[in-house]
């Protein structure tokens, strides 16, 4: 059963305290949906889905396992589990914090680094079309160049209406040609 971060703070700090948790952990702690599974005093198990990536939870496992309180760190990616031990059986207040603090920048670290599913599956997709069309045109064409040949075709048919969008297409296809490099 999944508890509250109160009762982790009053587990933890080996007292029933209840206002001890400032405002802004707790709200981080919910934006994230970390979850308590389990507390005992010296160890604490929590579980956050974001955990279930290889790349978050190493990166949390090996700056918690640096952590002067920590004693030993266990992640499971196939759950999004994560077991700390302590060097101590009772936590203060600002320990308390330090420690959640961390858990959370370095958890809110490894998303933002972390390619989003979405973005990984698009990116499969393009890269499957960019092969089936080489592949289709015996690698004659690929996706750039029909990207480019699509925007140099709609700036040459809307060059009479609409000038300035027909340069800025103009534009992004020279820099498409040219790889990206500015101007010289």
Known sequence: MKTSGVKVVAALLG?????????????NICTLNIHV?????????LQCNVWKSEAVSERLRDSLQRHYLV?????????????????????GQREFDKFMTL???????????????????????????DNQVKIATKGTLDLPSLFVIALTSQAVKGFRGNRGNSLQQ???????????RQLV
């Open 15 to 27: 007292k029933v305290v209840l206002s001890m948790v400032g405002g802004a952990i707790m709200k």
């Open 37 to 45: 599974l389990h507390t005992m005093p010296g160890r604490i198990r």
């Open 71 to 91: 004693d030993q760190v266990s992640v499971s990616p196939i759950t999004g589990s994560l077991l700390v031990l302590f060097t101590k059986k009772h936590l």
């Open 103 to 129: 858990l959370m920048k370095q958890t809110r670290a490894g998303m933002e680094q972390e390619a989003s599913s979405a973005t990984l599956l698009m990116s499969r997709i393009i890269n499957h079309l």
């Open 170 to 180: 103009l534009f992004w296809v020279y820099r498409l040609l040219r790889g990206g």
